[in-house]
């Protein structure tokens, strides 16, 4: 092997480039892109996964899905997730502006709202179950506070099972939006406050005028993030109910259509329509944000 | 009149971030004193009382043991050692190249890795899974560890932020003294990227820690367990101890909790600067 310094730079250049990308571009490709392609193969045929021949059946999977109300039901459930984010946004927002401000004890109030999102998903699952259980902590601590009338049967109810499930998910992502929104807040400069002070600007004013625009592309990148992030929701209902009592999300439906029935052709359709949804929020995300500018 | 207002709002201020924080750190505290209490004393006890004896851990044992913790860890460790390593590698490498060379197709080499991340993970795992099986990876660490690596796109960014910072003139210097490319790689740049390099161990051994469905679909072989999946075998079989399961629980927090009081500074700029862009 010829020594790389007795190269001209520009065979150097062109030498480096290829090799420093080789194992990035194939890694890509074989496993982003390949899968994709695959999906949308796998979507028009009744395959099963193990047997030798495909039989392409055109666009019945996507018939199956959209007529078949137990395959789009899953979509109302996304809906909880879907509103609950706003309620996670809205308290990551209100934290973050109050914790950029003079607090005492901050840096342990923002260690502590933000520690729930490193915790490991099964963990964070089973912390949850534990804490809806009839006799578990919930239930324990509306008893002290005399409020024992609202006990219920959390993950049981039907009513309620998704909205404790959305729940568990503020409390898991609030302190990553929080993060987010601290470090966007953080980076507005103190002379503006200064000089809206001196404007008799209050808290208020503050943060309606100078905060709120100055972190909007953030608010809203997280918003249409809040779609996908809804419709791709997995690991704590999979964890906690397995997706029973009408909990089951897309992405539970995907997996069991797939891994459990082996119906991969189906499977493939689902996660093509998922990837669409997906696809087009971002493109939404692009077209919003360009005529911001 | 305007002192007391401005007090009220301080005080409102203040119960609205204590309730926060009780609402961060109650349900995991209540684990905590479940796994300290014995079977008896959790069956007559409510989840809000102390543990009689702050030293009891035998759900600890009994969970390390019974659910092969130990086990987890070791392949927990492995796979984050390895993605890790080559995540760094092969995330500086492409940021290199792409933040200091023109060349025809950079654009659309950035093109493609950021259309990638538009692709969520869980959606093209039913096609995944065949690619896996293709190679013969079923059941094996590789599995897990090469999808770590394929995916990494936030490292590319980060990488290539803090590349914008440091000066190209350093490069240039370099090779006046005759230094070639992979010198300038490995001697100038990849020590520079130190900050950087500990962002990107950071983002992506928390994403690896705590990634479940990876290691549940591509290696349910009992002896490749990690912590994730050891942990979830407990669900079922423990139903009636909760408090060995939450003995699980503080087991597999333990290490986040160890490594975020030790490095949270640089979490912090960890997560703001991968998750904005």
Known sequence: ?293 | MHTFKYNLAAVLKYISLVLGALMALIPIVVVFFASLKTNAEYASTGPLTLPENWLNFANYTKAFVDGNMLLGFMNTLIIVLISIAGATLTGSMMAYILARFKFRGSKALMGAFLLATLIPGVTTQVATFQIINALDLFNTRWAPILMYLGTDIIAVYIFMQFLDSISESLDESAMLDGASYWTIYWRIILPLLSPAIVTVIIVKGVNIYNDFYTPFLYMPKSSLQVVSTALFKFKGPYGSQWEVICAAIMIAIIPTLIAFVALQKYIYNGFAQGSVK
Do not use: C
């Not at chain 1, 804490?131 to 006990?151: A, H, R, S, W, Y």
């Open chain 1, 1 to 293: 092997m010829p020594k790389l310094s007795n190269m001209s730079y520009k065979n150097q250049r062109i030498l480096i480039i290829f090799l420093f990308s080789l194992v990035p571009v194939v890694l890509l490709l074989t496993f982003s892109y390949l899968p994709v392609f695959k999906m949308f193969q796998y979507s028009f045929t009744s395959w099963n996964g193990l047997s030798k021949n495909m039989e392409y059946i055109g666009f019945d999977n996507y018939k199956t899905i959209f007529t078949k109300p137990e395959y789009f039901a899953v979509f109302k459930v996304s809906l909880y997730y879907f509103f609950a984010t706003f309620v996670q946004m809205g308290l990551a927002l209100y934290f973050a502006t109050i914790l950029s401000f003079n607090v005492r004890m901050k840096n342990w109030f923002k260690g502590i709202l933000f520690f729930p999102t490193l915790l490991n998903g099964v963990a964070i699952g089973f912390i949850f179950l534990f804490f809806f259980k009839p006799e578990g902590t919930l239930n324990t601590i509306l008893d002290l506070l005399g409020l024992g009338v609202l006990q219920q049967k959390w993950l049981l109810n039907p009513q309620l099972i998704n909205i404790s499930l959305a729940f568990a998910s503020v409390w898991r992502y609030m302190g990553m939006n929080f993060i987010i929104f601290l470090g966007a807040i953080s980076s507005i400069g103190s002379d503006i406050y200064e000089a809206s002070e001196i404007d008799g600007a209050n808290r208020w004013h503050q943060f309606r005028h100078i905060i709120i625009p100055s972190i909007k592309r953030i608010l809203q990148l997280n918003l249409i993030l809040a779609v996908s992030g809804a419709i791709g929701v997995f690991e704590i209902p999979y964890v906690m109910t397995g997706g029973s009592n009408g909990s089951g999300t897309f992405v539970i439906q995907t997996v069991d259509v797939a891994f459990k029935y082996s119906k991969l052709g189906l499977a493939s359709a689902m996660a093509v329509i998922l990837l669409g949804i997906v696809v087009l929020v971002t493109i939404l995300q692009r077209i919003l944000i360009k005529e911001e500018k």
